[in-house]
């Protein structure tokens, strides 16, 4: 099975900064790799797909770059509504693996 | 608009069965395929099932494969999960989620059903 490692598992940040979270995965996803944000007792949202497609309606600050085992979701600008747990998902190859998640906070 | 609505969670005793379900509206369902993923307390995401809608070609992960059983039925729109012999770590919230026509990129989730396995 493809593992999936997120870092950090938790940050910190304030208003406005740069945020970047990465996914490394344990062999080549091949650009099948998508973002999901979760907040406290709600259901996931999808963010990005294929590594740096945006879903409708996530804001541009949002982004994802990568490729063969290395990703990352990027939020520019950090806003109070960002604060949430963000997981990676590799849909390479079956099983389609979750990274562990990374809480984000805002100070 | 995309609607997934998931039902059928409740408390089972270990070794039980319990049949999940999910409704689904807003979207041509025959057309798509759709995952099962669930949610330990506390815990991180994990993903169950996959199923093509209109061919017989499902995938699960190593933990549920040989107790749960993903199914459809496209003339209700309703996404099925068929969970037996279950255990006290199947106790999860079970998410629905609707992938993108051929793919198995998950665009839409539903809110969840909570599953509780206790005797």
Sequence with gaps: DIQLTQSPSFLSASVGDRVTITCRASQDVYRFLAWYQQKPGKAPQSLVYATYNLQSGVPSRFSGSGSETEYTLTINSLQPEDSATYYCQQLSIYPLTFGGGTKVEIK | ?119
């Design chain 2, 1 to 119: 608009q995309v609607h997934l609505v998931e039902s059928g969670g409740g408390v089972v005793q270990p070794g039980g069965s319990l049949r999940l379900s999910c409704a689904a509206s807003g979207f041509a369902f025959s057309a798509y395929g759709m995952h099962w993923v669930r949610q330990a307390p506390g815990k991180g995401l994990e993903w169950l099932a996959f199923i093509w809608n209109g061919r017989r070609d499902e995938n699960y992960a190593d933990s549920v494969r040989g107790r749960f059983t993903v199914s459809t039925d496209i003339s209700r729109n309703m996404l099925f999960l068929e969970m037996s012999s279950l255990r006290a770590e199947d106790t999860a919230v079970y998410y629905c989620a609707k992938a993108v026509t051929g793919g198995h990129d998950i665009h839409h989730w539903g809110q969840g059903t909570l599953v509780t396995v206790s005797a």
